[in-house]
């Protein structure tokens, strides 16, 4: 993980989203994290990224650990006959 003042983040975004890449960029203000940049490996990864910081996708997999413990739960084999898959 690298750190990288901001006003050198501004200078050379294009540079810096390369590196993040290849690892995280923890950018800093006066010494301090303010932000991070994250390299995506797939175009499509940020979906993922997207929905693991949704409060809402939080919430749903608070309600599905819930209904596990309450033995409310279907197994792959069922899921997949279900929905013929």
Excluded at 29 to 45: C, F, N, S
Aim: no cysteine.
């Amino acid at each position: 993980m690298k750190q990288v003042p901001i006003d050198e983040v501004k200078n050379d975004l294009s540079g810096y989203l390369q590196v993040a890449e290849r690892e995280s960029v923890v950018i800093t203000r006066d010494g301090q994290p303010v932000g991070i940049l994250i390299g995506l490996e797939d175009a499509e990864d940020w979906w993922e990224e997207l929905i693991l910081r949704d409060p809402r996708f939080e919430v749903e997999i608070a309600q599905a650990r819930q209904s596990l413990k309450e033995g409310k739960s279907i197994s792959i084999e069922e899921m997949k006959a279900k929905y013929a898959v």
